[in-house]
């Protein structure tokens, strides 16, 4: 499948180096119930490593473009100390990344692959590196009854704001609601960060987040690290737990507002009109429902998640929206506990070119890979019918495949792929088109992966994907077919250091 010479060079001195392993264990199952432990008394020092090996074999173009096969290595090396009081949480992260053998050829037409962008926005650098402030924060406790307060870089993850308190609700949030819409990009090498505050009040089975944040720079950027200072995000989120009324059930509704004002030329629509700058600003409104509840010797689980936005997008009325149905079965008595889940999302398009609205939902800054493991597709103007079974041979254990059905919502409008903003300024706005081809028929994907647990502070994840394009790919490639392999490794370990 991988023929070329640098391509076995690249895998085997990742055999040698003998890091494989996991870093967002997307295809992990249910992970082993977490010991309880009192909080540490000091600083705690914790160390976590990263090393990913690609391959990948991306539609072949046609002849005079890129080269769609190559392979490359990563490491994201991350270093923090984190302190917890009675009245205050401090944490300060610092991250470094390192790349061998990015591409140098495979851009035309467009990205072939992630390695390309890994590489154009590395500043044309086949082995980048850099060192920088990952996190820097603090976080109030009790600022007033119930409410505590964080301030500084940190992470933020939609749908993440509340713990049910069920294993299982969390598992599916996990894999199929986290960072649908806001996150931190965690599983590309150089991922984004927030700056700004964070606010959470609990009453009850009630709790209230609200975040006024900016991204980082980050995701494909090798300039990582950097605010970008024409980007705003306001937020809120009410989660309902668990309770003896809403049994297994927990609840979910959103608002969020986007504003982006960089100096980006490009434009992702289908206008193929020119921009001088961002001119994007759009307010989400949303709910969501995750259950799982006890079924004849198993537990069934139901997502229902939709979102309506409207705002303004280059001067046009921006009209969009978004859902995902799903459910799923768990045999939880029988040998290895064969998981299977089925679903459907749909991110509405925009029908026509020329009119003055724009019909295409907007992804805003979420992680992608979570919901297209090949990540072939946004989750902007598709269709995406799907069916997962994962099982867990062991505790330590888990196994994950996923078959995807893909359409694009909207011939008219265009194939869509990115996970948000990466640059304050330049040429790349976050996300990218191409053309239909005047089809829908965007392919078939099957994806499968494998997480092991080695010991408590390692672990190893591999993953194979392979996507039969239709005529939405075939119409630009000249081939249908793309192929995309990692083997992953994560070390991390945690030190208490005493006063």
């Avoid at 600003?281 to 936005?309: E, F, H, K, M, N």
């Amino acid at each position: 499948m991988f023929t070329s010479r640098r391509n076995l060079l690249v895998v085997a001195s990742v055999m040698v180096i003998g890091w494989i392993g996991s870093a967002d264990r997307a295809g992990a199952q249910t992970p082993p119930p977490a010991v309880k432990s009192s909080p540490p008394s000091g600083f705690t020092l914790s160390v976590r490593d990263w090393t990913r090996a690609e391959l990948w074999r991306y539609f072949e173009p046609n002849p005079g473009a890129g080269d769609p096969e190559y392979a490359f290595v990563a490491n994201r090396l991350q270093l923090e100390l984190k302190r917890a009081w009675r009245k205050v949480d401090l944490q300060v992260t610092a991250q470094h990344v390192g790349f061998v053998g990015l591409p140098s050829d495979a851009t035309g037409p467009g990205p072939l692959g992630i390695g390309s962008l890994y590489y154009e926005q590395g500043l044309r650098s086949p082995h980048p590196q850099q060192l920088w402030l990952r996190y820097a924060n603090v976080r109030v406790k009790q600022v007033l009854p119930g409410l505590d307060l964080q301030v500084g870089r940190m992470g933020y993850t939609s749908g993440a704001e509340a713990a049910s308190g069920d294993a299982r609700i969390e598992a599916i949030k996990r894999q199929r609601l986290d960072a649908r819409i806001l996150g931190e990009f965690e599983w590309s090498i150089w991922q984004r960060g927030f700056d700004g505050v964070r606010a959470d009040w609990t009453r009850g089975p009630v709790k209230v987040t609200g975040v006024a944040v900016r991204p980082t720079q980050g995701g494909f950027a090798r300039v990582a690290g950097p605010t970008i200072d024409d980007i705003d995000v306001l937020g809120a989120t009410v989660s309902v737990q668990p309770t003896r009324r809403l049994r297994h059930t927990q609840l979910q509704g959103f608002v969020l507002r986007y504003d982006d004002t960089r100096r980006v030329t490009q434009r992702p629509d289908n206008t193929g009109l020119p921009a001088a700058r961002a001119d994007v600003g759009i307010t989400s409104i949303g709910g969501t429902l995750v259950g799982a509840y006890p079924l004849a010797g198993g537990a069934a689980d139901v997502l229902a998640w939709g979102v309506r936005q409207d705002g303004h997008w280059y001067g046009q009325a921006h009209r969009a929206h978004s859902f995902a149905l799903e459910g799923g079965y768990q045999w939880t008595t029988a040998p290895w506990a064969p998981w299977l889940r089925a679903g459907l999302l749909h991110a509405s398009g925009d029908e026509s070119p020329t009119d003055n609205r724009h019909g295409t939902y907007f992804a805003v800054l979420p992680t992608v890979r979570r919901f297209s493991q090949t990540t072939v597709f946004s989750t902007m103007n598709v269709d995406d019918v799907f069916a997962q079974v994962m099982a867990r041979p062991s505790t330590r254990v888990g196994l994950r495949l996923d078959v995807h059905r893909l359409l694009l919502a909207s011939a008219a409008d265009l194939w869509y792929i990115g996970s948000g903003a990466t640059l304050e300024e330049g040429t790349a706005f976050g996300y990218a088109g191409r053309r239909s081809n005047g089809s829908s028929v965007l392919g078939t994907s099957v994806e499968a992966s494998a997480d092991v647990t080695v010991t408590p502070s390692w672990s190893v994840n591999a993953f194979v994907g392979r996507v039969d394009g239709g005529r939405v790919v075939t119409g630009t490639f000249k081939g249908d077919r793309l192929w995309f392999l990692y083997v992953e490794q994560v070390l991390r370990l945690d030190t208490l250091l005493r006063r």
